[in-house]
């Protein structure tokens, strides 16, 4: 089964507010990546997180790790129109690559 | 939940020889299917896009000869990596998509050709 767990599963916000989504996992990794997937279309890598690090910053992207709760989240600040799309996190445990369900992300004009 | 079966999970092969690896929904049918390959220390690379019925859209620079996609049915789709050399290692994963917004991923190959 997959081994990424996200919630919530589905997300509706006003054009300008934060949007975080939540990830869990469940066995030591080497670094945890964060995906987003218009409709229909192919992953677009946001940002990669290492299993040393904390926290990293991209833009507008806040990711976090903690490592001892196998739990990372993702915030999207001042969020666009554009931001609307399906959000993955994935994690790279060596000789497996999991996703997690995803986070539906809709972001209203 | 949604599940999507990948195998072989691993696979060693010798160079100038065929692999296939296939991808199946074990609970549900497949409007499009996408491949994606991740070399190293790198985050994966969207291969090809196909949806049942239709050739598979390849990405800029993803040989269609080299990378055989058969999107066979609903459920089914193989990639084949046909003569294959030690640079075609790396690690292949599926996902499958149902309905707008559903997609599911594979568990992921890693194929090591030797």
């Known amino acids: 089964s997959q081994q990424g767990e996200e919630d919530p599963q589905a997300l509706s916000i006003q054009e300008g507010e934060n949007a975080t989504m939540n990830c869990s996992y469940k066995?030591?990794?080497?670094?945890l990546q964060w995906y987003r997937q218009n409709s229909g279309r192919g992953l677009v890598h946001l940002i990669l997180?290492?299993?040393?690090?904390r926290e990293k910053h991209s833009g507008r992207l806040r990711v976090t790790l903690d490592t001892s709760k196998k739990s990372s989240s993702l915030l999207i600040t001042a969020s666009r129109a554009a931001d609307t799309a399906s959000y993955f996190c994935a994690t790279d445990a060596g000789n497996q690559f999991y996703f997690g369900t995803g986070t539906s992300l809709t972001v209203i004009p | 939940g949604a599940v999507v079966s990948q195998h072989p999970s691993w696979v060693i092969c010798k160079s100038g020889t065929s692999v296939k690896i296939e991808c199946r929904s074990l609970?549900?049918?497949?409007?499009?299917m996408f491949w994606y390959r991740q070399f190293p220390k790198q985050s994966l690379m969207l291969m090809a896009t196909s949806n049942e019925g239709s050739k598979a859209t390849y990405e800029q620079g993803v040989e269609k000869d080299k990378f055989l996609i058969n999107h066979a049915s609903l459920t089914l789709s193989t990639l084949t990596v046909t003569s294959a050399h030690p640079e075609d290692s790396s690690f292949y994963i599926c996902s499958h998509q149902q309905g707008k917004n559903g997609y599911t991923f594979g568990s992921g190959t890693r194929l090591t050709v030797v």
């Open positions: 066995t030591s990794i080497n670094n």
């Open positions: 609970d549900f049918q497949a409007t499009t």
């Open positions: 997180i290492r299993s040393n690090e």
